[in-house]
Structure formats: C-alpha cells, structure tokens
C-alpha cells in the first residue's frame, strides 16, 4: 500500500471527504458512466478555463507591450539597445525570486485571493511604466512587474490539477496557455493603433498611452477574482454532490496509476528528473522570449517599418503560435502522450529560428516571416503539453513548489536571451548570430526531452457504459 497521506491529500484535493483511497490503495467506486463524467468535466472546464485565460491574456498583454513600446520608447528616451535587453530581461528576475513563495501562498489562502493579488500588482505597475524617465526606473518597474505576476502560470498549472486529471488537462492547459499567443495576436495590432491614434494626446506619447490603456483592465480583472473562481471542488456550490464525486473519482484514479512519486520538495530537488525537467524548460524559453521580445524588430528589420503594418503582421505570425498550442495539446489528450509531442513541438521551434537568421541574412521578408511563423507555431506548442511532464514525477508539496521552481528557474532564459541579442546586435550589427545561438539552445531541449524522461503509462479511465467503475483499476 502507498503512503497513507499521499492520499488523504489527493482526497482533500477533490472532495475532502473520500477516505477510502487512504484505507485500500484503489479509488473510490463510483456507478457513474463516462459520459456522465465527461459532462461533469465540461461544466468544469467552461467554468473555469474562460476567465483564467482572460487572466493570461492580459498578463502577457502587460508583459511583452514593451516589445513594440521600444519602436518608439527607445528613441524619445534616447536609450540603447542594452538597455532596452537588460529591462526586458529583470521581468524575469522578479520572477525567479517571488514565484515558489506565491505558489506557497496560493496553497495556504487558494487561487482566488492569489490571482487577485497578481493582478492588481501588475495592473498598477503597468500604469506606472507609462511615466518611466530614467532607466533605474525603467529597472525598478519591470522587476516588480515580474515580481507581481510570478506564481501566475505555476499556480494556474496547479490549480488545475485540483480540478482535472492529466488526460483532461492538455486541451485545458493548451486553451489556457495559448492566451499568450493570443495575447500577442490582439495585442500586435492594438499596439499599433494605440500607439498612432493616442500619440501626443494629453502631452503623452503613444507608447506611454500603451501601457496605461493596457494596464487598467488587469486591475479590473484582479477585482473579479474572487467572485468567479472557486479554489477547490469540495467549495463548488455550482456542483452537485454527484458531480464533485465524478471530479474526485478520475483524480484518484490517476493518482493510483501514477504509483510512488516525491512528495517532499528537497528530497524532489535532488533528484536529476527535476533538473531535466527545469534545464528543458529554460531551452524552450529561450526561443518563446526571443520571438516575444524582438519579433517586431526582426520584421522591422527586412523592411515592415509602418507600426501599424507591423502589427498585422505579428498578429499573423503569433496566430500561428496559437494553432500550434491548441492542436499540439488536442493531439497530446487525444494520443494520452506528452514527451514526443514537446519534442517536436520545439524542435519545430528551434528550426525556425535557423531559418529566421538564414532569411534575414538574405534580407527576405516574406522568408523571415514565415521563419517566424513556422518558429512560433513549434516553441509555443510546446509549452502547455511540457506542463504534463512534472506531475509525473512529484506531488503533494513537492508539486506545489515543484512546479514554481521549474517555471522560475527556467524564465530566466527570458533574462539571458534578450540580454544575449541584444549584445549580439550592438556589437556585430545583425541579428543573425544570436538566432542560431538560440536556436541551439532550443534544439537541446528535444534532446533532454527524448532521452532523460521515460516514456508513461497511460491511465484508464474508461469503461463501458453503465458499468460499475470499481472494475477498472
């Protein structure tokens, strides 16, 4: 029998009450049919999903405007490209500071309160980016930026897991998640006309317009939290008694099938699987900061200099991005497969980016966005099915700060990419050196991937309709 606790938790996860997981080592019965249960996790799913991909959406908004703020920021500010890579980059670094304590805090007082405060704080802060005039300033902010909206993805990520099991989670994750690419669809274009319909208004320029219009509706969203999101099943008065049975039921089944993982988060951070699964996520940061931070100026680069024809065109290349992250994630539920399908996912994004750098040395802008497009499609399709891979190997407390360290660790790739081309092009004049070196990096990840993380065996689930579910174990 596993260790009793290990299943009291996964019980007070799902339903609080169900205590035979802890007595047997199998899941509790349930006469429910499949059908029923997937009912069950759709209500749950379009309850919850829409409003946490808002709250990504606009974190991303918030997060990368300074992408196309620069076109013009730099300039009115009279600043350089290293100082531009080096503001970019401490996002990251408030990141890797204040992430596993708000994991740890999110586990204590729960998710609404926590994306509440998330969201207020970078909201505010985002407003406050409009009156930067020093680059201590600029530092500042965008290290309490990051500090704000650490724990968010990690938290989401675990929150989730209260919530679906893992063969349910991919489409979820993937809706989820592809709000930053969404976020970079809208946000593009939106951009683009913020900046040339509000420039010079009230003696302000476009892009300090940008991140105040922009800003203000993370506040709002913050202020909503609370009132929308319910932490766990057990508190769901939207549920019934039936419904929270069905949550709770393929949780623990899950939980069965998984056998013996760490529960303990040193012990968890001494092993190697961890350190796999950390250096395969800063490998895939590296190439998502890199199309994030600087595609607008390497689409400027070959000749788009009208902002608001630049924003169409990222728009396109970002929609790319996110077909690649809903679809990496259907076919990772549909195949209950998640290690090939982050593989090639940044494999794909890794090769994008040599081609970016091969195109943008030909001067092809028709070549360059395509690179760009194919690059987004890969690295972004893979983040939300990489997210699969660490409750395979923790849980409990170890995956509470497990999944806050992962995520911390590996954003600060987000710090060292652009701080990497943005030296790159001030001393060589292109941008050409700094794709292919990232490009390696995100190549590495298909390699960490395929041969450190063993291949799973699959849960089920599934029985035949009107059986009693206690015959599947």
Not at 48 to 59: G, M, N, Q, S, Y
Not at 234 to 252: F, G, Q, T
């Amino acid at each position: 029998m596993r260790n009793t606790s290990v299943h009291n938790e996964v019980a007070e996860n799902s339903l609080g009450g169900i205590v035979e997981i802890a007595k047997t080592g199998h899941p509790p019965s349930t006469t429910s049919t499949l059908e029923e249960r997937n009912r069950t996790f759709r209500r749950v799913v379009f309850r919850l999903i829409p409003f946490l991909t808002l709250v990504w959406f606009l974190a991303w908004i918030d997060r990368v405007n300074i992408g196309f703020a620069k076109l013009t920021m730099m300039d009115d500010l009279q600043w350089t490209e290293v100082v531009y890579g080096a503001g970019a980059g401490i996002f990251f670094i408030g990141y890797f500071f204040f992430e596993v304590p708000s994991n740890l805090l999110l586990q204590k007082i729960g998710a609404p309160k926590t994306i509440m405060r998330i969201a207020l704080g970078w909201g505010i802060v985002s407003i406050l980016m409009a009156f930067v005039q020093e680059e201590w300033q600029f530092y500042t902010l965008r290290f309490l930026l990051g500090a704000f909206e650490a724990g968010l993805q990690p938290g989401v990520i675990l929150f989730l897991t209260f919530w679906l099991p893992a063969h349910r989670r991919g489409k979820a994750m993937a809706i989820f998640m592809s709000a930053s690419a969404m976020s970079l669809m809208v946000g593009s274009p939106l951009a683009g006309f913020i900046m040339d319909t509000f420039n010079g208004s009230l003696d302000l320029a476009g892009w300090q317009w940008l991140f105040i219009i922009e800003g203000i509706p993370s506040v709002v969203v913050g202020v909503a939290a609370v009132f929308i999101l319910t932490n766990k099943p057990i508190n769901a008065k939207w549920l019934s008694p039936a419904e929270k049975e069905h949550v709770a039921y393929e949780l623990a089944v899950e939980d069965t099938t998984l056998g013996n993982r760490d529960h303990n988060f040193w012990s968890s951070l001494r092993k190697p699987s961890t350190w796999v699964l950390i250096l395969t996520f800063f490998c895939i940061v590296a190439g998502n900061a890199t199309l994030t931070f600087y595609g607008p100026s390497l689409v400027k680069a070959v000749g788009i200099t009208d902002i608001t024809t630049l924003g169409w065109v990222m728009s396109g290349i970002y929609a790319c991005g996110w077909i690649g992250m809903v679809v990496n994630g259907w076919l990772s539920d549909r195949n209950h497969e998640s290690r090939w399908h982050t593989a090639f996912a940044a494999g794909l994004g890794a090769a994008g980016l040599v081609l970016a750098a091969i195109f943008l040395n030909q001067g092809s802008t028709l070549g360059v966005i395509f690179a760009l497009a194919l690059s987004a499609a890969g690295t972004m399709g893979a983040i939300p099915v990489f997210w699969n891979l660490p409750a395979r190997f923790m849980s409990g407390t170890a995956l509470v700060a497990g999944l806050a360290v992962i995520n911390s660790i590996a954003n600060l790739a987000g710090y060292f990419a652009p701080q990497v081309l943005g030296g790159i092009k001030a001393s060589t004049g292109d941008y050409t050196g700094g794709l292919y070196l990232i490009a390696a990096v995100e190549f590495l990840a298909v390699g960490l991937v395929l041969f450190f993380i063993k291949k799973q065996a699959k849960a089920n689930v599934e029985a035949p309709q009107g059986k009693d579910m206690t015959e599947v174990r």
